[in-house]
């Protein structure tokens, strides 16, 4: 009797807080390869503490406006990547379709004397067509994607030479709206609405995901993550506006003086177009076919996905985007080249979206990529104008950006490898 009295009563462990029981799933996820934007973000911190460490003004508003403006291009086109590369495609024109598009706005706007709104819908349709006879020649005439957008790679070279003609540019008007976009600056009242109601529309995106997975009895990010998170974006939001405010004109005497304040208006479109792709792969249906046919083909086939359809719709959305970024391009540099698109332009929209965290094999990727990966390659660029200088800067430039893209690659291979053993 007495033993049993003395016997110990079981004691109950605690049960883990939900804080750490999400840190703990979240360990394990890195652990298994799904590393997500983490190495973009910590790559982008790290390399832009060494630049403003090495180079003075790299932090400063006037350069800040500076890389975001060249780094728009990128991104855009990065963002329409993200679909093809999610389903282990290829588009290796659409930079050169980007191009084609924006000759062909200059050319109806100038020598055709359309409107100037009339010349970018059709600018954007002939983007939007391009994309489909892609898609319909890899779904359905079964032609490998590396072949089809190869061939298009160089017709339109030639295609965008021939538009453009034997001037080398077409000089787009000054003043006009599509000057505007990458060479005129949202009202300071403006700029800092629109980071509160994206602030906004973040935490309640995030909040209303908590809510629902614990109401699906599902683990749910704790809210000290989510105010961790809101508050991040909010900050750097804050910082990036209250630089955006400071005049950047660098050009102010007895005779000229004007302000450079506030955001570019490219700014705006990179947010829309962010929030509205991110909406469409993360909360609709269609998105989630596509991350099916991305990972296995076969199987969304025979759960009834359409999947030559979403095949095609990932060439249209991607030469879609590749031509808005044409017409961004265009913005920036006020004229179109006769070798619009062409260079390193596709390469380093396809290094965004891969540093980013999209995968080169189908079935991982996120929007987030391609802005996390576009401003991975801007700065790069950027910084390296600054710190190396003399006739092979540009040299030593492309090959520091070539080994970021190979890492990010290899990275990627390894990764992909270690989760099928």
Request: glycine share 12%; with cysteine.
């Amino acid at each position: 009797m007495n033993a049993v009295l003395t016997e110990k009563a079981p004691q109950h462990q605690p049960a883990p807080s939900a804080l750490a029981e999400y840190l703990r799933e979240y360990v394990a996820r890195l652990r298994g390869g799904e590393l997500g934007s983490a190495p973009a973000v910590v790559g982008l911190i790290v390399i832009t503490a060494f630049f403003a460490i090495v180079h003075q003004g790299f932090l400063s508003a006037y350069n800040l406006e500076a890389l975001v403006i060249q780094a728009a291009p990128i991104i855009v086109m990065a963002m329409g990547l993200v679909f093809v590369l999610l389903l282990g495609e290829i588009d290796l024109s659409a930079g050169t379709t980007g191009g084609l598009c924006s000759a062909i706005m200059a050319v109806l706007l100038l020598r055709h004397g359309w409107l100037w709104w009339l010349a970018i819908l059709a600018a954007l349709a002939a983007g939007l067509a391009i994309g489909f006879v892609m898609g319909w020649l890899r779904s359905r005439a079964g032609i490998p994607s590396f072949v089809i957008t190869l061939a298009t790679f160089l017709a339109f070279q030639g295609a965008t030479l021939i538009l453009v003609g034997g001037q080398g540019s077409v000089i787009l008007p000054a003043g006009s709206p599509l000057i505007n976009l990458e060479n005129s600056f949202v009202p300071l009242w403006l700029g800092w609405t629109l980071l509160g109601v994206f602030v906004l529309g973040y935490a309640a995106v995030k909040l209303g995901d908590a809510q629902a997975r614990r109401r699906n009895g599902l683990t749910a990010t704790p809210v000290v993550v989510i105010v961790s998170k809101v508050l991040g974006v909010a900050v750097l939001g804050a910082a990036f506006t209250y630089e955006m405010g400071k005049n950047r004109n660098l050009i102010t005497n007895a005779f000229f003086s004007s302000k450079a304040q506030g955001e570019p208006w490219v700014v705006v479109l990179l947010m829309v177009l962010f929030v509205v792709w991110h909406f469409v792969l993360s909360r609709t249906r269609y998105g989630r076919h596509v991350y099916a046919v991305g990972g296995n083909e076969e199987a969304s086939r025979r759960g009834g996905v359409a999947v030559s359809r979403i095949r095609i719709s990932v060439f249209v959305i991607c030469s879609g985007m590749a031509a808005v970024s044409g017409l961004v391009a265009a913005s920036l540099l006020q004229s179109v080249q006769s070798n619009a698109g062409a260079g390193n332009t596709l390469l380093l929209a396809v290094g965004a979206a891969v540093i980013g965290g999209t995968s080169l094999f189908g079935g991982r990727g996120r929007m987030i990529d391609a802005v996390l990966g576009g401003l991975v390659v801007a700065v790069i660029i950027n910084g390296m104008s600054d710190l190396i200088q003399g006739s092979n800067s540009s040299g030593y430039e492309w090959v520091v950006t070539g080994a970021v893209l190979l890492l990010a690659a290899g990275f990627d291979a390894v990764v992909r490898r270690g989760k099928t053993l």
